[in-house]
Every structure is written in structure tokens, then in C-alpha cells.
């Protein structure tokens, strides 16, 4: 079983551009969560994609934005890069399906730095 | 709305003394509680949760959390450290089902040889 696992691990980007993560959930799993880690901190939620659909969204502006496809696995997008963005976005998985349990099972992040 | 505390920032134990990481939660619904751990440069690792059912959970490496309902609280403690527990860790709560996790600010245990 392969977990979780996002692509690219580590991205630069200048500021003002364009970025997408992608992230395959582990199998079984139908619900991607995501969420950014700016150094020292804890991670902070972004959205939460259910049934192709964003089912939850954070405290984050509409430059991030995602998707989830049939397969369950995910992308998140973000525009109009700033500096601030830089950190590390976490994705997680879960099955919400049947019994309910959250347990998230996370990827190894993917290290975005804005310069 | 759900939130969590955790209390210390640093926290440096030496090795074999006990491992004491204290968080505090509030949440407006029955919660689910975790702790996670996180190596440089990593993701993040389940340690132990708690749903429902026995408040004493008992984890992996040896970790395990009391979940005590009128202090509001869910410590770990494990009670001998090793050099590979020196990482960050993080208590999050979550309202069950499909709701998000909230996490606290973590906790970098340091263990001293």
C-alpha cells in the first residue's frame, strides 16, 4: 500500500505565478484534506475535497482553490503567488464513507518557496 | 468551533526520564483527539487518537494519552525516552465524521543523552 503520496516534494516559484500539488490519497480512502505549515507552526487547514466536491473550506483566500477527481486523488491550485505562501502544504486522507472514523493519513508535503 | 492548546513549546527530557506533553482542547462538540508526530523535513505521523470508548489510549513507540473530559485535556507521556523521539509534536482535535482537524502550534521534544 503505497499511502499518501504529493507531488512535486519541493517547488520554487516566483512571486505573482502560478502553482498546482497534486496528491494520490492512500487506497481505499475518498476524501482529501489539505493543509499549509508555515515553518514553526502547526498545519492550518485549507479545504477538504469530498465526492468531487469541496466540502469544507478554511480561513484562505480564493487563490487557493482545488479539485478532486473520480479516482479521489487531488490538486490544489494557488494564484497570484506572495511571499507569504511559502510553507509546506500537507495532504491528507480519510475515509468518511461507511463508519465515519477521520483518521488522516498524511503525505510527506510538498516544500513551497515563494521568492 | 474547536481549538487546542499546547503547553511549552520546548520541552527537553533526558534520555530514560519521563516524556510529559501537555494539551488542552475546547470543542463544541464530543471531540476526536490525536497526536502526531513529526520528523525534519516529514509529514506528519499518527501516534495514537481517540474517538470514543476507554480514555487511557495506548499508541506506538510506546507513547499513550488520557482523555479527561472535565480537565479538558489529552497528555501524552511515555515513560522512558529514547534519542528517536526527539521531534515535533502536534495535538489536533477534530468533531468526528468528515470535519477538519484542528491543530495546535506543537511541541518539539529535544531528549538529552
Known amino acids: 500500500d503505497a499511502g499518501v503520496t504529493q507531488s512535486p516534494t519541493h517547488l520554487i516559484k516566483t512571486r505573482g505565478q502560478q502553482v498546482t500539488l497534486r496528491c494520490s490519497p492512500k487506497?481505499?480512502?475518498?476524501?482529501v484534506s489539505w493543509y499549509q505549515q508555515a515553518l514553526g507552526q502547526g498545519p492550518q487547514f485549507i479545504f477538504q475535497?469530498?465526492?468531487?466536491?469541496?466540502?469544507q473550506r478554511g480561513n484562505f483566500p480564493d487563490r487557493f482553490s482545488g479539485h478532486q477527481f473520480p479516482n479521489y486523488s487531488s490538486e490544489l491550485n494557488v494564484n497570484a503567488l506572495l511571499l507569504g505562501d511559502s510553507a509546506l502544504y500537507l495532504c491528507?486522507?480519510?475515509?468518511?464513507?461507511?463508519?465515519?472514523?477521520?483518521?488522516?493519513?498524511f503525505g510527506q508535503g510538498t516544500r513551497l518557496t515563494v521568492v | 468551533a474547536q481549538s487546542v492548546t499546547q503547553l511549552g513549546s520546548h520541552v527537553s527530557v533526558s534520555e530514560g526520564a519521563l516524556v510529559l506533553l501537555r494539551c488542552n482542547y475546547s470543542?463544541?462538540?464530543?471531540?476526536?483527539l490525536f497526536w502526531y508526530v513529526q520528523y525534519p523535513n516529514q509529514g506528519l505521523q499518527l501516534l495514537l487518537k481517540?474517538?470514543?470508548?476507554?480514555?487511557l489510549v495506548k499508541g506506538i513507540n510506546g507513547f499513550e494519552a488520557e482523555f479527561k473530559k472535565s480537565e479538558t485535556s489529552f497528555h501524552l507521556t511515555k515513560p522512558s525516552a529514547h534519542m528517536s523521539d526527539a521531534a515535533e509534536y502536534f495535538c489536533?482535535?477534530?468533531?468526528?465524521?468528515?470535519?477538519?482537524?484542528?491543530f495546535g502550534t506543537g511541541t518539539k521534544l529535544q531528549v538529552i543523552p
Open positions: 491528507a486522507s480519510s475515509l468518511v464513507r461507511g463508519t465515519g472514523d477521520t483518521e488522516a493519513f
Open positions: 489536533a482535535v477534530s468533531g468526528g465524521g468528515y470535519q477538519k482537524v484542528t
Open positions: 481517540y474517538t470514543t470508548g476507554a480514555t
Open positions: 475535497y469530498y465526492e468531487e466536491e469541496e466540502r
Open positions: 487506497s481505499g480512502h475518498d476524501t
Open positions: 470543542s463544541s462538540v464530543p471531540p476526536y
